[in-house]
């Protein structure tokens, strides 16, 4: 987080939009706004100077209940709205939201890069193993065997790995979080807000409608059995061996952020426009 | 998630009012967002139980408020960085448990859980606190909590159990399966 200004003695309610959610209840989401209102006032945001940015998909429904700057982008690019927007205003404390499909599929080039970049901020991925939005068709995440009549007999594919992926690409923050445990979560959010580079959140998040197995999550999550490292090659062999469901900081980095100069090296924009001259 | 239980410390009396403060806000906040999400998928008649849950909340936290005078309940319940035996506030309805077509009596099962994790947890207050103030306190708390879950046990008289599980949905969201 760069050096923002707070304030003290913020509520959780000081960041909640006067919008009504239309997310199905039961669904995990309901729980990561609240975990994202309570790190908002933990951490004492100014409402002014915090952006939530996301994608298309149930969970990039999120800008719209917070009341702090938001932008609800186009499918897949929320981290390159994000990237833009910090490079241009570092003052400012950036959040993205995302869900599997649209962080991982279409935008998963994007992914890719803002690890890569390590710019400050965070990035929050609510991970439900399928496309909600859209009635239900297997996201990267979805088990090979999940198997629906959109998907007879499953998809046969091996689930995309992000948080190994995250680290591989350069991610300085990398955690898994669940969606039925608030508090914890917040924690965590709290904790990659803070912590310098790009912070990549994945949040177990159930779909109760689309995938009501789903609900029994919360009888298999467990805490990380050892703390945080700052080895990425230990942190990926952690994550690869464990059971999917260790729960909390995985990896703290500590990569210097990526910071443009802006405002050096300016062009004049007369000059480059003749550049562009047909 | 399971955890450790764990109890937060609670040294005074302005500890235990905080903490009670928290449990009641937490619920009525909890409670509203339900009620608004029957709200928005038409099951008026949950809306109203969930409003009406909220507003009992609310006036007790409001009595707590009045109990503390000048003290900074919320300043000091986010000092206390408070640990809950359960992961979540006592009082907290678990939002995993909602579904759209539920109906009072699911509710209120929900409700029941909630008020009976929070008599057990001034319970254990008052079980473990060394500070006579705060022992007298929490047990008041205890009484309190106990008239809720009778209370809950009454509205329950007025929705009983349903046959089965909650009704069918003519348009399910699985309509592609």
């Known amino acids: 987080m760069s050096s923002v200004e707070t304030r003290s003695a913020c509520k959780p309610g000081d960041y909640k939009s006067d919008i009504k959610p239309i997310w199905c209840p039961g669904c995990g989401d309901y729980h990561v706004l609240l975990s994202f209102t309570r790190a908002f006032a933990e951490l004492g945001l100014v409402p002014e100077e915090t952006v939530v940015v996301s994608g298309i998909g149930c969970s990039s429904r999120i800008p719209a209940y917070t009341k702090c700057y938001g932008f ?66 297997p996201s990267p995440t979805t088990e090979p065997d999940f198997d629906t009549a959109l998907s007879p007999g499953g998809t046969g594919l091996s689930p995309f790995h992000p948080l190994v992926i995250a680290l591989a690409a350069g991610a300085n923050f990398v955690a898994r979080a669940f969606s039925g445990d608030p508090n914890q979560t917040t924690s965590i959010l709290v904790d990659a807000i803070r912590h310098p580079g790009f912070s990549f959140v994945e949040v177990l998040s159930p779909c109760v409608t689309f995938r009501p197995d789903e609900r029994e999550w919360k009888t298999q999550m467990h805490p990380a ?8 090659g230990k942190a990926a062999r952690r994550i690869m061996t464990d059971d999917g469901f260790n729960i909390g900081i995985l990896y703290r980095g500590n990569r210097r952020p990526y910071q443009a100069k802006v405002g050096s090296n300016c062009i004049d924009l007369a000059e480059l426009e003749k550049d562009f001259a047909l | 998630m399971s955890k450790a239980p764990s109890i937060p410390a609670i040294f005074s009396l302005s500890d235990l009012l905080a903490i009670a403060y928290r449990i009641e806000a937490d619920a009525v906040e909890r409670y509203a967002l339900l009620a608004d999400q029957m709200e928005t998928h038409n099951n008026s008649e949950l809306m109203k139980v969930f409003r009406d849950l909220a507003r009992a909340e609310g006036i007790h936290a409001e009595e707590i408020r009045r109990l503390a005078g000048d003290i900074d309940l919320t300043g000091r319940a986010n000092a206390l960085r408070t640990s ?50 705060v022992k007298e306190m929490a047990a008041e708390f205890v009484e309190e909590e106990a008239e809720h879950v009778n209370l809950v046990y009454k509205l329950l008289r007025k929705y009983p159990k349903p046959a089965g599980s909650w009704p069918p949905d003519g348009d399910p969201p699985l309509a592609q399966d």
Not at chain 1, 225 to 232: K, Q
Not at chain 2, 97 to 125: D, N, V
């Open chain 2, 84 to 133: 809950w035996p359960d992961a979540e506030s006592p009082e907290e309805v678990d939002l995993g448990a909602a579904h759209y077509l539920m109906t009072p009596w699911h509710a209120l099962q929900l409700s029941l859980a909630g008020e009976k994790r929070a008599l057990a947890f001034f319970t254990s207050i008052v079980d473990t606190a060394k500070d006579a103030k």
């Open chain 1, 72 to 137: 609800h982008g186009v499918h897949g690019r929320s981290l390159a709205l994000a990237t833009g927007l910090k490079v241009s205003r570092p003052d400012l404390t950036v959040v993205v939201a995302s869900g599997d499909g649209d962080g991982y599929s279409i935008g998963g080039n994007h992914f890719l890069h803002a690890c890569r970049r390590n710019i400050d901020m965070t990035y929050v991925v609510m991970d439900n193993r399928v496309y909600g939005m859209t009635k239900g068709q």
């Open chain 1, 225 to 232: 059995p050892v703390a945080a490292t700052s080895d990425p």
